[in-house]
């Protein structure tokens, strides 16, 4: 399988896998974005469960030389999602911890917890859960993506992390000349 960059994954698979978090009622994105920001506990998930989904989430978009899922704040995202929008999906998120959590101690024995692994442990197991297809695994990522891109009124993209890391100009007002079609205008 040739590998791919990171941007190139994120580019090849966010649209899909962000659509439904993305076509979500607009109320309750703006809901899920006051969270984002302001939240200092969990509506939906357990302080485990968030801590493993997080770990799992900063796997998908790692720190680097620019900000990842969790300076983005995407747990606060998904844990608000989960508890409007994305109602459907609890068990599945929940379920989905408590699988990391198995496969780390399976990986590491004595491991409690997927966020207590070494990184590249995290991303042996995160990368078995893909190469299965694992329902889970597409939740999480387009949840993750949806999180980092998503317009910061509608939540996560904390302090627009995700636009800075993709060069994005967020300026919605626009002045004119918009382009050589009305330069002379």
């Known amino acids: 399988m040739p590998r791919i960059s990171r941007r190139g ?15 979500a009622d607009t109320d309750l994105l703006r ?8 939240a200092e506990g ?10 493993d989904l997080e770990a799992a989430a ?18 606060y995202f998904i844990d608000k999602s989960l508890e409007t929008f994305a109602k459907d999906q609890r068990a599945m998120f929940r379920q989905g911890a408590k699988e990391l959590r198995g496969l780390a101690f399976r990986r590491q ?20 859960l893909e190469e299965a297809k694992h329902p889970f695994f597409d939740a999480l990522r ?8 998503a317009n910061p009124e509608y939540g996560g993209n ?8 993709i060069g994005f100009d967020d300026r919605f007002m626009w002045s004119r000349p918009f382009g050589w079609y009305d330069r002379d205008a």
């Open 158 to 165: 904390y302090e627009k992390a995700g636009w800075k890391w």
């Open 31 to 38: 809901a899920a974005g006051v969270h984002a920001t302001t």
């Open 9 to 23: 994954f994120l580019t090849a698979t966010g649209a899909t896998a962000a659509s439904i978090w993305l076509a």
């Open 58 to 75: 900063a796997q998908i978009i790692p720190t680097d030389e620019t900000p990842g899922a969790r300076e983005a704040r995407v747990i």
């Open 42 to 51: 969990f509506a939906v998930l357990s302080a485990a469960d968030a801590a």
């Open 109 to 128: 024995p004595g491991t409690k917890t997927f966020a207590a692994l070494p990184a590249f442990r995290q991303v042996e197991i995160l990368t078995a």
């Open 142 to 149: 387009g949840a993750t993506i949806a999180g980092m891109l």
